[in-house]
Structure formats: C-alpha cells, structure tokens
C-alpha cells in the first residue's frame, strides 16, 4: 500500500530518512513551510529556504522514488518578528504561483497575539487570491481556543472549509473541526501530540472521512516512520485495507489535489529512480554505487 505523510519537514531531515520511508511505503510527502529554531534575520533567508523547498527537497525525495509537494507561507512562530514578516508577506504571491505548491501554509497560531490573527487572516485572503487550500497549525498550549478562533477566522474571512486542513488535533479538538466542512490532520509524535494508539481510537469513534494523519517530522524529537508505524498499528487492530487506502492516499491526495497543481491519476505512479542524477552540481550520493530503474 502507498503511503502519503501529508506534513513532514524534511529540509530537517537526513537523506537516510528519504530512504528509510521509501522502504517503509512512503510514496509521497507535503512539506509546509517552518521555521528555523531560531528567528530568521532577512527576508531574504525565507526565499532561499522557499527555493530550497521548490528544488532541492524535491530532487532528494525523486531519488528514492517519493513524490513531493509543499506549502508556502509565514508561519506563525514567524509572524511575531516584525522585522521580516511584511516583507515575507510581500514575497510570497510569486511563490505561491510555483509549481509543486499545493496549499498556503503553514499559517495559524503560536502564541495567540493579536499579530498573528492579522496575518493568519490575510495568507487565508492570499490562498483564495491563488485558488489554493490553506494548511493551518493550531497551537500546543491552549489548542482548545486556538481551533476555534481558526474555524471563526475562516467563516470571517470566508475561505471555503472544504479547502481547509485544520492540523494537529487531539481528542478535544477533533469533534469540533468536524462538526465543520473543514479537513482534520493530526501528528503523530514520540511522546506527545498524538500515539498511534490514540489515533487508532479516534478513527474507531470518527471514521475516516475528512481525517489526514503526518508525521509532522522536524528539527526536533520526532519521528519520520510515524505514518507507516501508524498503519501497521490500525491493520494489526483489524482496520479493512479499504480504509486504510482512503486515511493514508485518498483523503490526503484528494485534500490538495484542490490545489489544481497535480494530476491525481498520474500522482499514484512512482517516478522512475535515477541517481546518476544531479542538482544544480549536487548528489545525495556519497561515491555509492548510483539506483537506477529503468
């Protein structure tokens, strides 16, 4: 069975991780744009790691045969540094007109200022600028009210909810995202967020419709085989393939190919791996022997 992790932050992750879900099934990944763990100085470094999402990243995953995606935006945690925020904002209408940009995102809360409900607002108003889905983040501390100021804020500003991914849900969050039209994701961590036991349960009590489930892979303590081991986990329990294609392919595929950006039949095809091949003068080799399918 493929697999799409729909949020993972791979631009903070090793090569050996592309290979590693590759063999576990992952055929397909969305990248959103984040942060750096430290706060960007320039304008400037937002477009070149943009750049890097549009190129690099996509030449690394096509080398072990996974298809990849992102999402642009000023992220939350960003949408506090007045220094460069306007100017990321400025920049980000060409990039949104990108090949391989299938949502604006992430966008959202961190802290919950009155800043970020700003900008939160206008990137809804550029994603239907562009006719592209929004991938919104919801907060780690008061996540409760952090969702439904983003539900508000989407009937406010009237962005469609069929076109939103509400990420990051728990057990509370869940009912409320779905009493909406709006898309429910939820990430999977070491630890913390969301286990695949959990996950399991919700989808018991939910099903499967509107439910997206990532990685959510970064920097930081997680995990980029949260997706497969969260699969595993359901078919162990008794979950029916059928659902298990619609919760990790369809529903994800189905949510951004909105974005018009992708052909979806073609999407399920695997492109061929040539690792003779290189990136503007770089390999993800280190003098191995080169995979190539013919």
Same mark, same amino acid.
Request: charged letters at 25%.
């Given at each position: 069975?493929?697999?799409?992790?729909?949020?993972?932050?791979?631009?903070?992750?090793?090569? $050996?991780?592309?290979?590693?879900? !590759?063999?576990?099934?992952?055929?397909?990944?969305?990248?959103?744009?984040?942060?750096?763990?430290?706060? *960007?100085?320039?304008?400037?470094?937002?477009?070149?790691?943009?750049?890097?999402?549009?190129?690099?990243?996509?030449?690394?995953?096509?080398?072990?045969?996974?298809?990849?995606?992102?999402?642009?935006?000023?992220?939350?945690?960003?949408?506090?540094?007045?220094?460069?925020?306007?100017?990321?904002?400025? &920049?980000?209408?060409?990039?949104?007109?990108?090949?391989? @940009? =299938?949502?604006?995102?992430?966008?959202?809360?961190?802290?919950?200022?009155? @800043?970020? %409900?700003?900008?939160?607002?206008?990137?809804?108003?550029?994603?239907?600028?562009?006719?592209? +889905?929004? &991938?919104?983040?919801?907060?780690?501390?008061?996540?409760? *009210?952090?969702?439904?100021?983003?539900?508000? &804020?989407? *009937?406010?500003?009237?962005?469609?909810?069929?076109?939103?991914?509400?990420?990051?849900?728990?057990?509370?969050?869940?009912?409320?995202?779905?009493?909406?039209?709006?898309?429910?994701?939820?990430?999977?961590? +070491?630890?913390?967020?969301? $286990?695949?036991?959990?996950?399991?349960?919700?989808?018991?009590?939910?099903?499967?419709?509107?439910? &997206?489930?990532?990685?959510?892979?970064?920097?930081?303590?997680?995990?980029?085989?949260?997706?497969?081991?969260? !699969?595993?986990?359901?078919?162990?329990?008794?979950?029916?393939?059928?659902?298990?294609?619609?919760?990790?392919?369809?529903?994800? @595929?189905?949510?951004?190919?909105?974005?018009?950006?992708? $052909?979806?039949?073609?999407?399920? @095809?695997?492109?061929?791996? %040539?690792?003779?091949?290189?990136?503007?003068?770089?390999?993800?080799?280190?003098?191995?022997?080169? =995979?190539?399918?013919?």
């Amino acid at each position: 069975m493929k697999l799409f992790d729909p949020h993972i932050h791979m631009s903070s992750r090793t090569t $050996d991780d592309y290979q590693a879900m !590759a063999a576990a099934g992952v055929a397909a990944v969305v990248e959103p744009a984040f942060w750096t763990g430290q706060p *960007r100085t320039h304008v400037g470094t937002h477009e070149d790691y943009f750049l890097t999402l549009l190129g690099w990243e996509r030449f690394r995953a096509s080398q072990f045969g996974i298809r990849h995606l992102c999402t642009l935006a000023l992220n939350p945690k960003e949408a506090n540094n007045a220094a460069t925020a306007r100017g990321v904002l400025e &920049l980000l209408p060409r990039y949104l007109e990108k090949d391989g @940009v =299938v949502a604006v995102g992430e966008i959202g809360f961190d802290d919950m200022t009155p @800043v970020e %409900d700003k900008i939160f607002g206008e990137q809804l108003e550029l994603a239907k600028k562009h006719g592209l +889905p929004a &991938l919104i983040h919801t907060p780690h501390r008061e996540k409760k *009210r952090g969702t439904e100021r983003s539900l508000a &804020l989407i *009937r406010e500003v009237g962005f469609p909810e069929e076109m939103a991914l509400i990420d990051h849900n728990n057990e509370i969050t869940l009912p409320l995202v779905l009493k909406t039209g709006c898309w429910a994701a939820h990430s999977i961590y +070491p630890g913390t967020k969301m $286990d695949e036991a959990r996950m399991f349960a919700l989808v018991r009590e939910y099903g499967s419709a509107r439910i &997206l489930i990532n990685s959510a892979a970064d920097w930081g303590l997680s995990d980029p085989l949260k997706v497969p081991k969260t !699969a595993a986990l359901m078919r162990d329990n008794g979950v029916d393939e059928a659902t298990l294609v619609k919760l990790f392919w369809e529903n994800p @595929v189905n949510f951004f190919a909105q974005s018009g950006r992708f $052909d979806v039949a073609e999407f399920g @095809v695997a492109p061929k791996i %040539d690792q003779r091949e290189m990136f503007q003068g770089s390999t993800v080799l280190r003098g191995q022997t080169p =995979v190539v399918q013919s």
